[in-house]
């Protein structure tokens, strides 16, 4: 049975390099190096380093041959050219590396060497750098990976098993639906943020009072306009299509909710209120109780895209895959996916692989 990265590695010695030492990046160090992980970075600035070094967040700046674990936390348009480079200067065949960048098509394409999986961490802060950086960060948190068809099942598990370490619950989605969805999710939300505090802030400008009288719900509204703003105009950028199309549907949205307001139109709009909330109270928010675990042997030929449709079937029924491996083939031409799913939703998802055609054992 292939073990995982973490079970491999358990020892004292075994080594991350991190790229790019802002709020993702040296939280990302600091959670390594408290799992056990001896942590090098690197960043464009010296100074950052220089910190980083002084105050432990990594060892050294130099990333050096033994490394097993690589993630880039650049600004999403730097990611392909980093990647590309250090892929092709370390030819270690059990390198893992994935990224952070909040927008995964137009990289997924570009990186094609089969030890890169694109990663995106939900998570951030309205802090900055070294000093918002948290060890705790990612605990909770969802962590999108996009695989394709050229990621295997030995590295995904990898990964996986690496960022479930951190406390992060592992989704896979396709690079372009994961474009689509975090485009409503997250990256018009933010704009929305921004657009509020600068109108919120315009009107200040006239009547001062304004901003004593924002309530609990302005603040959680706006919380995220606080955050770095250099880091979103390359991921805005690069989803563009997303973007300006989940804007179209909200702008409509709000058309119609100021049509409701104009004509005194109560039924409508306490329907679109009544929609939302209940909306709002389905969002999940179950933590994981990893004591409740069904077990699932999904049978698997050594075939490009498998593992992939079988992590984005996980996906799509909101199915929490707590650990994966693979048992391979003697006569490496077949393997057995090892899942690790949520009791509940054990028998559930089995059957929906069944019907897919794979052969599934239940324990």
């Known amino acids: 049975m292939t073990r995982s990265l973490c079970e491999m590695t358990s020892r004292a010695d075994r080594r991350a390099h991190v790229v790019g030492l802002g709020l993702i990046g040296s939280s990302l160090a600091l959670a390594l190096r408290d799992?056990?992980?001896?942590?090098?970075?690197?960043?464009?600035?010296?100074?950052?380093?220089?910190?980083?070094?002084?105050?432990?967040?990594?060892?050294?700046s130099s990333m050096d041959d033994e490394v097993e674990l690589v993630i880039i936390a650049t600004p999403a348009g730097a990611v392909v050219d980093v990647a590309n480079a250090l892929l092709r200067a370390h030819h270690r065949e059990s390198l893992v590396m994935t990224d952070v960048a909040g927008v995964k098509g137009s990289i997924t394409t570009q990186v094609r060497d089969p030890r890169f999986i694109g990663g995106h961490p939900m998570a951030g802060s309205e802090l900055r750098g070294l000093a918002g950086a948290r060890t705790?960060?990612?605990?909770?948190?969802?962590?999108?990976?996009?695989?394709?068809?050229?990621?295997?099942?030995?590295?995904?598990?990898?990964?996986?098993?690496?960022?479930?370490?951190?406390?992060?619950?592992?989704?896979?989605?396709?690079?372009?639906?994961?474009?689509?969805?975090?485009?409503?999710?997250?990256h018009v939300p933010h704009l929305l943020a921004g657009a509020l505090m600068n109108e919120a802030a315009r009107v200040a400008e006239q009547d001062a009072v304004l901003l004593q009288l924002a309530a609990g719900g302005f603040r959680d509204m706006t919380r995220v306009a606080a955050g770095d703003p250099s880091i979103w105009p390359d991921v805005l950028f690069e989803n563009r299509d997303a973007v300006a199309q989940a804007l179209q549907a909200l702008e409509e949205r709000v058309r119609a909710l100021r049509r409701d307001v104009e004509r005194g139109d109560r039924e409508s709009l306490t329907k679109s209120l009544r929609d939302a909330a209940q909306a709002r109270r389905q969002l999940p928010g179950r933590a994981l109780d990893a004591s409740h675990l069904t077990y699932l042997r999904v049978g698997v030929s050594d075939q490009p895209g498998v593992l992939s449709r079988v992590t984005t079937a996980a996906s799509e029924m909101l199915v929490n895959i707590y650990d994966i491996e693979i048992a391979h083939g003697i006569e490496g031409t077949s393997g057995t996916l090892l899942l690790a799913v949520d009791g509940v939703q054990g028998e559930l998802f089995a059957s929906a692989l069944r019907e897919m055609g794979f052969s599934v054992g239940v324990e």
Request: with cysteine.
């Open 35 to 60: 799992a056990g992980w001896h942590v090098s970075g690197t960043d464009l600035d010296p100074t950052i380093v220089n910190a980083a070094v002084a105050s432990g967040f990594v060892r050294s």
């Open 136 to 186: 705790d960060l990612f605990q909770g948190c969802t962590w999108v990976l996009t695989p394709t068809t050229r990621t295997t099942a030995q590295t995904y598990g990898q990964l996986h098993g690496v960022l479930r370490e951190l406390g992060a619950n592992v989704v896979a989605v396709e690079a372009s639906e994961h474009d689509r969805l975090v485009a409503v999710a997250s």
